[in-house]
């Protein structure tokens, strides 16, 4: 069984539907104990699932921490999978091979779209972190102090269109962020990530020409 407490206790019988029809059709060429069971589940007989999950949990729940790397997220997974056979148990195609592999299917489907959800949830988090990452005060104060020096100027000229923009209308202009977005168009985010990339391109620019001038 797979390491967490209870055998059928997770799928928390009491609040699922027992009234929806059974109209799947079991095939006679599965095995005697998959078919028992399937009719049984089709049937609305809790006591069913429970034998499917003592057969198979292990199995499933093995697969999805393999693909997963995660016990709390393999959990999950492996409780989905059986949920879903108890609500929707004529997914299940006796002619397309056993009660096992459908269920190993299921979990390696499902793991796949875990993992392409966590990371596309990490990615966002990143994005976010970044973006709101206020720019160091030193910096923002070195530019801003040679805001009308020739230095910053030539710096200005050499980012790109979009951080040139950004910070000439928020620190040259005086407008906010949220005025710098509905000019340019863009979300304010982007303009504040747009602002903070470029002084810190800015202060690197005028370190390096404060480096070339000295002698």
Known sequence: M?????????????????SSPASASISKTIP???????VDLVRR???????IYDRFGSAVYGLSRQVLK?????????????????????????????????????AHSRSIERVRSEEARRQ??????????????????????????DEVRNALSQLPEGERSAIVL?????????????????PEGTIKSRIR?????LSSLLDDEGSEAKP
Do not use: C
Request: no cysteine; hydrophobic share 35%.
């Open 2 to 18: 797979p390491p967490f407490p209870g055998s059928v206790a997770p799928f928390a019988f009491e609040t699922m539907d027992l």
């Open 32 to 38: 005697a104990s998959d078919a028992g069971d399937l």
């Open 45 to 51: 007989d809790q006591s069913a699932l429970a034998r």
């Open 70 to 106: 995660d016990d709390g997220l393999a959990q999950d997974v492996t409780q989905e999978i059986f949920l879903r056979l108890w609500n929707e148990p004529q997914r299940f195609d006796p002619e397309r091979g056993s009660l096992r592999s459908f269920l190993l299917r299921e």
């Open 124 to 149: 966002r988090e990143s994005r976010s972190e970044f973006r709101d990452r206020p720019v160091p005060l030193d910096i923002e104060d070195d530019v801003l102090k040679s805001l009308t020096s």
């Open 170 to 186: 928020a620190y040259y202009g005086g407008h906010s962020y949220r005025e710098v977005a509905s000019v340019l168009g863009a």
């Open 197 to 201: 990339s470029g002084l810190l391109k």
